[in-house]
């Protein structure tokens, strides 16, 4: 729990750099306090808590993963970033009337480049004993930061970069919005918590409307990074699968010996199957998903619901069944599953593996089958609302930067979504994901009262 704690609750062990993972909140919180125009006394109780809180944790926790490591500042620990990270907005606080998005980016990007470089004396303070030698050095970089952040906005940088960024007439997408969204994409596509839910209500945050024709052809966009990242995650398997459809005829002459002996073509006939009964369901009550897309209440009921089936599923240690196995019943469940995934807040991943666990699908193949069956499931919605939105996407006037912007934010958070997915999914720990729809859901009800 101590290395729990340290590590942000899992985000120390986000494949990449995990300082960089552990700075990301402070400054997400803080750009939208920013965007919600919140108070300047606000600002400073929420940024002072975070200083507080990773500070403490730091000093406590730190001492037992340098201890259980090996390590005398393991990657891992991450609440030193937090807290340094919260200290460059709080030094640099004045900035709070006038700040945007530019101002929290600009800051976490100098945070890094003081807690990668470490000027002096920085270097010097990791020489402190424990958990103070770690914290210290991310404090003073944090405080370093928020004097550059300073200087940047009495030379008019943040100003310009605003302008960049954030259009001012607000008729287009800038980059800023399509990279925050391009991650949220990316991240929630994948990991159980649905992206659609993620979306609306990012979009109801940014006062975007999801039905104009420019945010309908940026959604299009960032579909195609998240395929991408499924093809570069599992290009093994799906280079394998291809091959081995390619030699069918070694397993057999007729079509039931062929599906029988080939796995690959067993798991062809699977995929078509699960992707005819989403296709179909999806179809016939496409009024009913449509009407429940930008209700906040509905997808807050829907976050209990899959928070549910994932601790459900968690509590499902022994699932054997190999894909060899699966059969077309079960094809059929996890189509159905995937149908439901249409409505906002349910999610289509965590649907469809918790589907195939339950149904007795081993914890590895209910993962890569999931994401198997993801690709015609996207390039097919993709193509239906294509065709459905043909005149408003084509008039959609997106800026191409926005458009690549966001479609690469989505295919690299896709890949270290799809990696965290498979080793929490394998490891049983589904359960974190199903506390996040709860808090959510919470959130979202908070958010509705006012």
């Given at each position: ?45 929420v ?20 201890a ?14 937090l ?17 945007t ?14 807690d990668?470089?470490?000027p ?22 944090g ?58 209500l990012?979009e ?17 966009t ?58 179909t ?20 009921i ?67 089958f ?12 993709t ?13 959609g006037?997106?800026?191409?930067g ?8 989505a ?40």
């Amino acid at each position: 729990m101590k290395r729990l704690a340290a590590s942000c609750f899992g985000l120390g062990w986000l494949p990449g750099a995990p300082g960089t993972w552990g700075s990301l909140p402070p400054a997400i919180i803080f750009g939208l306090l920013c965007h919600l125009h919140a108070p300047s006394a606000a600002t400073f109780a929420v940024m002072a808590a975070l200083v507080f809180a990773g500070s403490v944790v730091c000093v406590k926790f730190a001492p037992a993963t340098i201890a259980a490591t090996g390590k005398n500042d393991p990657g891992e620990v991450v609440a030193d970033e937090l807290a340094g990270q919260a200290l460059t907005f709080l030094v640099s606080l004045f900035l709070v009337s006038s700040a945007t998005w530019a101002a929290a980016l600009l800051g976490f990007v100098l945070f890094r480049m003081f807690d990668i470089f470490k000027p002096w004396p920085i270097h010097k303070l990791e020489k402190f004993p424990a958990g103070w030698g770690i914290l210290a050095d991310d404090l003073l970089a944090g405080v370093y930061a928020g004097a550059a952040l300073l200087l940047c906005a009495k030379a008019g940088v943040i100003e310009r970069m605003s302008g960049l960024l954030v259009p001012s007439d607000g008729s287009s997408l800038g980059v800023l919005p399509a990279v925050v969204l391009g991650v949220i994409q990316g991240a929630t596509e994948f990991l159980p918590v649905s992206s659609s839910g993620h979306l609306v209500l990012f979009e109801n945050l940014f006062n975007f409307d999801p039905e104009t024709p420019q945010m309908l052809l940026f959604d299009l966009t960032l579909h195609v990074g998240t395929v991408a990242a499924i093809f570069i995650v599992f290009r093994k398997s799906i280079a394998a699968l291809v091959a081995n459809l390619l030699a069918w005829r070694k397993y057999g002459r007729s079509p039931v010996e062929v599906y029988k002996r080939s796995p690959s073509v067993h798991i062809l006939v699977l995929a078509v199957l699960v992707t005819g009964v989403t296709g179909t369901l999806g179809l016939l009550l496409e009024n009913y998903f449509s009407a429940a897309r930008g209700r906040l209440a509905v997808i807050a009921i829907m976050w209990l619901i899959s928070g549910t089936f994932l601790l459900i599923t968690d509590l499902r240690k022994k699932a054997r069944l190999g894909l060899r196995q699966f059969g077309v019943l079960a094809a059929i469940g996890i189509g159905l599953a995937q149908a439901v995934a249409i409505l906002p807040g349910i999610s289509r991943s965590g649907a469809t593996i918790c589907a195939a666990i339950l149904i007795g699908l081993r914890r590895r193949w209910a993962v890569e089958f999931s994401f198997l069956i993801a690709i015609p499931a996207i390039l097919g919605a993709t193509a239906v609302e294509s065709i459905k939105n043909f005149a408003e996407i084509s008039s959609g006037g997106l800026p191409i930067g926005s458009a690549a912007a966001g479609a690469v934010a989505a295919a690299l958070t896709g890949i270290l979504a799809l990696k965290l997915l498979m080793k929490t999914a394998r490891a049983a720990n589904l359960k974190y994901f199903a506390f996040y729809c709860y808090l959510l859901a919470g959130f979202v009800f908070v958010y509705l009262s006012k």
